[in-house]
């Protein structure tokens, strides 16, 4: 509504000082007291026969063929006096032509597109010219197509002028303004269906109001201009266009199962603008219109029954009021088709330029209030989301809490008996004697060493899990902690035929040095267990602000898939390629600890060839 006010506010003040220059489509409205209706004419045509004629005359009617020349007679009685300067108004001429008034020229004009068609047009009769009792008026004219002449008023030249610009603002500024507001509409449904291509309706609505408005647009734009055909070209590959997104924008909005109609309204499209570009090229556009244009509309009939059809279905009156609309519109291309080949008064009008944005702002609305309530829905369904989500999270905290709390509780109290076991089986294996017991006691022991580490990585774990962990951070030389690495695990990588390789460096970085000495222990160990071949290196580079701490291996490499996946507790890829059990909680623990310490942790990965692990840490 407020674009329509807008595009109202902008039609009439233009149309004051424009009036007598911009094309119409129909006769003035009765006129005001004071003007002289001609109503009479006689018609000589260019072979020279003559015959007395009505006002409006339109030669199509006549039985005359719509393109050629002729001249219009007509007797121009003035009584009495005259008070002031005079005018004509003509509301069809055509574009080319000559106005004499008692032989003098009045007005003579050439067409500014290539084929003549009837225009508005506004003459001044300049003083002393016009003389009391009968004068002779003559209008010869030239025309391309619709031929004829409309009634002619004469008068004082601001009563001449109202009546001119009363025509002007119902017949050219208001479809301009309704074909104005309608491309604005479509311009801001095109960007919304940008944003969601998934729309065929949308889109193909936003693409037929932004091609049949602009095309409304240029037909009363003066200055638009091209060579021949252009112009007929233009007009007629727009009238084929909308005809086809018009079919694209009901097959959407159907819920059948048109894939061969869609086909097929392809092909016939792209040959009705085949032929229409080989007409324009023989200068036979207007034959090909007459004979093309019904093809179009047999186009658009299955087009408008499925828009029917979707309004019964629907029963709603925004569906109801886009098919009435769309019979509309094809009611309005019936009646420009036969008005356009000159069988319909030079007097009417042409429908579409109104017909059509009323159809699309109609359209358009009913569009734009499905995104406003299903925007409004989203928001209500974001809103429970939102709440139940929020619900869901605080019901996982307390689980997550409940869980950690069991894990850091039962991995402390199985510590003890576990390390008690652990004790006796070590003082049984110092007093068994038999080959047998002993083999049994050193598997019982591997056995309970895995555990013990089990339960040390679950502590640690939940530990960080619930917070329980505070760093104390410090300048921690490096070389200790990969010391510290390497005696760890140089048996365990010798064991397995590896090579571990711990480069020396006099780096020294802030950190917790108890944090980070557990993070690179648990990536060398995991190094070491997944690599079958090869060797382990662990280093660190020196850079401008930081050390970068790195675990290579060449061991079968990580999918990409599966590279966020590692750090998740309890997620192993496989066995260790040694049989050393493992659990998938080193990763986890190195991924929450680096978090707490804001160490940021690289992986990289190439199945086949292994991987590299890098923590960046602050240089000291």
Not at 38 to 43: E, I, M, V, Y
Not at 218 to 240: H, I, K, M, N, R
Not at 255 to 260: F, K, V
Request: charged residues 20%.
């Amino acid at each position: 509504m407020l674009l329509l006010i807008m595009g109202l506010m902008w039609a009439l003040p233009a149309a004051w000082a424009q009036a007598p220059l911009e094309p119409a489509a129909s006769s003035a409205a009765a006129p005001p007291p004071g003007l002289l209706e001609l109503l009479q004419a006689r018609f000589v045509a260019a072979d020279g026969t003559a015959q007395a004629v009505a006002l409006p005359d339109t030669w199509g009617l006549r039985g005359l063929p719509i393109a050629g020349r002729g001249t219009y007679l007509l007797d121009l009685p003035v009584s009495g006096p005259l008070n002031g300067a005079w005018a004509l108004y003509l509301p069809r001429v055509s574009s080319e032509h000559r106005i004499l008034l008692n032989g003098v020229v009045l007005q003579s004009e050439r067409a500014r597109l290539p084929r003549q068609h009837p225009e508005p047009r506004l003459v001044a009769l300049p003083l002393g010219l016009l003389q009391p009792g009968l004068n002779r008026l003559e209008v010869e004219v030239n025309y391309g197509i619709r031929g004829g002449l409309s009634r002619v008023w004469a008068g004082p030249v601001a009563d001449v002028r109202a009546l001119a610009f009363q025509a002007h603002v119902r017949e050219a500024r208001l479809p301009q303004a309704l074909n104005l507001v309608a491309l604005t509409l479509a311009l801001v449904m095109l960007l919304l269906w940008l944003q969601q291509r998934n729309d065929g309706v949308l889109g193909s609505f936003a693409l037929l109001a932004c091609v049949a408005c602009a095309r409304n647009l240029t037909y009363y734009d003066q200055g638009f201009s091209l060579p021949a055909p252009g112009p007929d070209l233009l007009f007629f590959g727009a009238q084929v266009v909308s005809a086809y997104l018009l079919t694209r924008l009901a097959l959407a909005a159907s819920d059948l199962q048109l894939g061969r109609w869609r086909t097929l309204a392809d092909a016939f499209t792209v040959v009705l603008l085949v032929l229409g570009t080989v007409a324009a090229g023989m200068e036979a556009i207007v034959t090909a219109r007459r004979w093309l244009y019904p093809l179009l509309a047999l186009m658009l009939l299955p087009a408008v029954g499925l828009l029917l059809r979707q309004a019964w279905r629907q029963r709603g009156w925004p569906v109801a009021a886009v098919a009435l609309g769309a019979v509309l519109v094809s009611a309005a291309g019936a009646h420009d088709y036969l008005y356009g080949l000159g069988h319909l008064s030079i007097e009417g009008r042409l429908l579409l330029p109104f017909a059509s944005p009323i159809f699309l702002g109609v359209f358009g609305l009913w569009r734009l209030r499905g995104l406003m309530l299903a925007l409004a829905r989203g928001d209500r369904l974001n809103r429970l989301l939102e709440s139940r989500i929020e619900r869901r999270t605080r019901a996982l905290h307390r689980a997550n809490g409940v869980k950690s709390a069991f894990l850091a509780t039962a991995s402390h109290d199985l510590r003890q008996p576990i390390l008690a076991v652990s004790l006796m089986v070590g003082l049984a294996r110092q007093r068994a004697t038999d080959a047998d017991q002993l083999s049994l006691l050193d598997r019982a022991q591997q056995g309970l060493d895995g555990l013990q580490r089990f339960m040390s990585e679950l502590l640690d774990l939940s530990r960080l899990n619930t917070g329980a962990v505070k760093t104390r951070v410090s300048d921690v030389p490096l070389q200790p902690v990969l010391d510290e690495v390497a005696l760890h695990l140089r048996t365990e990588a010798e064991a397995k035929g590896l090579v571990l390789r711990v480069r020396p460096t006099a780096a020294v970085v802030r950190t917790d040095p108890t944090l980070l000495a557990q993070v690179l222990r648990n990536l060398a160990v995991n190094a070491v267990r997944h690599t079958p071949r090869g060797g382990v290196l662990v280093r660190a580079r020196l850079r401008r602000t930081q050390v970068w701490l790195e675990v290579w291996d060449t061991g079968p490499g990580i999918p990409e898939a599966q590279r966020e996946a590692i750090f998740d507790e309890f997620v192993r890829l496989g066995p260790g390629t040694g049989g050393t059990p493992g659990w998938g909680l080193g990763l986890a623990i190195v991924r929450q600890s680096l978090a707490l310490l804001r160490h940021p942790l690289e992986l990289d990965s190439w199945p086949g060839k292994g991987s590299r692990f890098r923590v960046r840490l602050p240089r000291v």
